[in-house]
């Protein structure tokens, strides 16, 4: 199960009983992970039974306060409840110090090390990996400096069929050289590696983008994800409110998705004045069908 994508949050600007402000929680190969962090992502994670002690790395898209005023009762939640195992953030510079200096005032001494990573990039850039997957930002068109994340797995060796080790009694210095992709060179003979290996699948991910304006070079960036999350805060019946405040309508997200190719479009950060939302499903449905408008506690999973 790669991708477990729980929906903490999926309104705009302000929590209100039936939608909260923006948080996602991200189980990714066993990586967990919160994305985003609004007012009150600490009793969401409660409602929806995500245990919040199990965070490894938090990652906060830009400095509007509907995507991480939640962070304070969070990381001092954890704390209260005798976290120690380290905690990774990645977000704008200036976090770490409105974090730490919050923390000071208040003299809150956490029981866990908090480690800060800045994210200020202007090209899609990778800003996480380990063996398993890899993180990378880019950066998005909103009223103040946002980064996008693109969540995907990383590219694995070959597997080598066991019935043609058995076959060609393959040594082990040749099963290696075909997890690699390389040919086996034999004297008088090559064994072509692709006859010797299980076909690659395709590499899981998952794209987050919010909050954006319509921006063209992001197809390019998020080409092909399993799910891309767009922001559809408006209809194109506000789109000069959508262009002013630096968001999207639904279709122009839709458009978007179907630019770059993805497998499901989840829209959310719904303005808080439409009570209705199928009028944001139907005009992106035009364009991409394969969207869903996202509810707090939806679960997404791709395998
Ligand atoms: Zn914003």
């Known amino acids: 199960m790669p991708i477990n994508l729980t929906i903490l949050g999926s309104g705009s600007a302000v929590p209100v009983l039936h939608r909260g402000v923006t948080a996602q929680y991200l189980n990714f190969n066993e990586r967990r992970i919160l994305i985003d962090c609004g007012e009150g992502t600490q009793l969401q994670m409660r409602k929806f039974k995500v245990k919040f002690q199990r965070i490894q790395m938090i990652f906060i898209s830009h400095l509007h306060g ?15 409840w005798g ?28 029981s866990y090390q908090l480690n800060f990573y800045p994210v200020d990039v202007k090209e899609k850039t990778r800003i996480f990996e380990d063996n398993s997957i890899e993180v990378f930002a880019f950066p998005l068109k909103h009223r103040i400096k946002c980064h996008g994340f693109l969540f995907q797995e990383k590219e694995k060796e070959y597997r080598v069929n066991p019935e043609k080790i058995e076959k060609y009694k393959l040594s ?3 099963i290696l050289s075909a997890k690699r992709g390389e040919d086996v060179k034999r004297i008088n003979v090559t064994l072509p590696f692709k006859d010797l290996v299980f076909p690659k699948e395709k590499l899981k991910s998952y794209a987050y983008c ?17 799910l891309l999350y767009h ?73």
């Open 66 to 80: 509907d995507h991480y005023f939640g962070i304070f009762g969070l990381l001092t939640s954890m704390s209260l």
């Open 172 to 174: 082990l210095t040749e």
């Open 231 to 303: 922001e559809a805060t408006f209809t194109q019946e506000h789109l000069d409110r959508a262009k002013a405040t630096g968001h999207s309508t639904a279709a122009q997200a839709a458009e978007i998705a179907s630019q770059a190719q993805v497998g499901q479009l989840l829209l959310g950060h719904f303005s808080s004045r439409y009570k209705n939302i199928d009028p944001l499903l139907e005009e992106a449905k035009s364009i991409f069908p394969s969207v869903s408008c996202v509810k707090d506690g939806d679960v997404f999973i791709v395998n």
């Open 210 to 226: 919010t909050d954006t304006k319509f921006y063209t070079k992001l197809p390019d960036w998020i080409k092909g994800a399993d």
């Open 83 to 110: 976290r120690t195992q380290e905690l990774a953030i990645y977000g704008p510079p200036e976090l770490e110090e409105i974090i730490r200096h919050n923390f000071k005032l208040a003299q809150v001494y956490l």
